[in-house]
């Protein structure tokens, strides 16, 4: 209770802001009051929130909070203190699906108490100030939470201010006498309120950002200040003055990880006149991550690499020291995350603002920006001068914001970041981003060519698709990516329908497992019902070139079998897309 008992004096020089910030409604201040011996006793900082094996202890422990508040609301005689207390206890119920959410909390709070009280003196009472820049680092990292707060903040106000905007579209229209005219009118109420505490969140947003940097730079300063006068009193050594030459409280400032063979030699290379340094080995032995909330992923953290060095110039009496920080870098522990942090690297490169500060960007941009950015990494990823059409890209519109039946420009229609790579495509079980990596992934390695030479007419939509081949004879087909697997190519073809007409069928995706096996234009040339590529070209022309082991007509005819095909649907008006 020592904390406690310390910091209940400050509260009453502390802003309400700044206390309503400290203990939120999910803890308020009678909580931290009556179980101040309690929550200290706890080892909370002995937890690690992404640990989910914690999470029954976790439960214990919430559990633990709310039978003692219960217990001081049955001994409490103030009738109101009891009513308020008993409220409280069941409130925080809250954390029940999610216990761990409640050790981040309590963590938080005391982390703060700490920062504002600083360390005790050796006589027992508070000092206002840190040795070592402590004091700016920790207000650093104050600030850094204060952030993730809002930003947690804007993400809730955005999901509840789609949702009220997407049930005001369902009643408007409705006549002043309508009994919904009402419910019409205090939506829309909302709807203007939600707006206005979203842009208040997103000025203060930005204030905190400023003031990270600041707090930044602070401590960045006191750095260097503290390195130079550890560098003096090593120079001062030499005549024997006393020199603690421990770097450890050096080492743990604006530093979040470990990494072992960090150091490499700065080559000249006289021909191009530049220098390099190669780190043959680097690895990183240990990570310290930042909180998360909600539904953030540790595939969303972004982190630098800090280079530095020091260059002697002849003449000179000081070396000049350089610093710089790299791309962003996420750091994964298995192979299965690389693409979703592929896709935060992504979206920071692609958007990301010049001089901004790091490692800031957009939640949302325009779809005219997203389409450079995808056909560009689409060109790159499979080595290919192609790039994707209009009507490739306008497909992929429909499918991020789900209109498929919708044919209007969608250049200036936001995208948001969980369009990309947080929600699930409805009806799948895989983001737009995982969906759209399989595409390049399958076409890098089993039909760049095919590709390159305009023989993949690519992502297609339904209604596209049926326009281009409802008057086609019976056999023409494309190939178009698929809809509903990962890293899959399908042929729509036009077939024969039972009642004597034509209907448009898809053949089973082919996976690159598929290709592996018998390659694409093999399987062309063994599916009797298809002869000729839209618009109208002979299949055997157009891909024997990637044809293998050919034999004559007759043969081959015997042979198609190998590689039969199963569709997958059939309609006569319109088509199932894969």
């Known amino acids: 209770m020592a904390l406690w008992a310390q910091m209940t004096p400050q509260l009453q020089y502390l802003p309400t802001q700044t206390l309503n910030e400290l203990y939120p409604d999910t803890f308020p201040l009678d909580v931290r009051h009556y179980l101040a011996s309690w929550i200290e006793e706890q080892r909370w900082e002995n937890f690690d929130v992404d640990n989910m094996e914690q999470k029954p202890q976790a439960r214990r422990l919430l559990d633990q909070m709310v039978h003692l508040l219960q217990e001081v609301a049955q001994h409490n005689p103030n009738v109101v203190e009891r009513v308020k207390l008993q409220h409280i206890s069941r409130n925080l119920s809250v954390f029940q699906p ?92 909302r709807i203007q309120q939600l707006e206005y505490n979203y842009s208040v969140c997103a000025k203060k947003r930005v204030q905190l950002l400023h003031e990270a940097v600041c707090a930044l730079e602070q401590c960045q300063s006191c750095l260097i200040l503290r390195i130079k006068s550890w560098r003096w009193e090593q120079h001062r050594a030499t005549i024997g003055v006393h020199f603690d030459d421990n770097l450890g409280p050096l080492q743990t400032c604006e530093n979040v990880g470990e990494l072992i063979n960090s ?124 790039c994707l059409d209009g ?106 329908s039972d009642n004597g007409g034509r209907k448009i069928q898809n053949i089973q995706p082919f996976t690159k497992k598929d290709l592996d096996s018998a390659g694409l234009g093999d399987r062309i040339r063994d599916i009797n019902c298809i002869t000729h590529v839209h618009p109208d070209l002979p299949k055997n022309e157009v891909f024997k070139k990637f044809f293998t082991g050919m034999t004559s007509s007759t043969t081959r005819t015997s042979q198609r079998t190998h590689y039969p095909f199963v569709p997958k649907t059939s309609v006569s008006v319109g088509m199932h897309f894969s």
């Open 98 to 189: 999610q216990p761990m959410q409640l050790v981040r909390t309590v963590r938080d709070i005391l982390r703060k108490e700490r920062h504002i009280l600083g360390p005790p003196a050796t006589n027992g009472t508070p000092q206002p100030a840190r040795e070592d820049g402590k004091t700016d680092v920790d207000n650093l990292v104050l600030k850094v939470l204060e952030i993730q707060n809002c930003r947690q903040t804007l993400h809730q106000l955005q999901e509840d201010l789609n949702w009220e905007k997407q049930e005001m579209e369902s009643i408007q229209g409705q006549n002043e006498l309508d009994p919904q005219h009402s419910d019409q009118v205090a939506r829309q109420t």
């Open 263 to 386: 150091t490499a030699i700065l080559e000249h290379n006289t021909a191009s006149k530049s220098t390099c340094a190669t780190f043959r080995n680097m690895s990183i032995r240990k990570i310290k991550r930042a909180d998360r909330k909600g539904s953030e992923s540790v595939t969303e953290e972004k982190f630098a690499l800090l280079f530095t060095t020091e260059i002697t110039i002849t003449g000179c009496e000081s070396p000049y020291s350089i610093q710089a920080i790299s791309l962003p870098v996420v750091v994964i522990v298995h192979g299965s995350q690389e693409i979703n942090a592929m896709a935060t690297i992504i979206w920071d490169c692609a958007f990301s603002e010049p001089n901004r500060i790091p490692f800031i960007v957009p939640e949302r941009v325009p779809w005219k920006q997203m389409c450079e950015a995808l056909s560009s990494k689409f060109m790159s990823e499979v080595q290919t001068q192609r």
């Open 391 to 496: 009507y490739n890209l306008h497909f992929l519109a429909q499918k991020i914001f789900d209109q498929p039946d919708i044919s209007e420009d969608f250049s200036n229609m936001p995208v948001s970041w969980a369009q990309f790579n947080k929600e699930v495509l409805p009806g799948r079980n895989f983001t737009f981003w995982q969906w759209f990596e399989g595409v390049m992934d399958l076409t890098k390695k089993c039909l760049r060519d095919y590709w390159s030479e305009g023989l993949i007419f690519g992502f297609i939509g339904k209604q596209h698709l049926h326009v281009i081949l409802q008057n086609k004879p019976n056999g023409t087909f494309l190939l178009r990516f698929s809809d509903s697997e990962i890293g899959g190519i399908t042929i729509a073809y036009v077939g024969p």
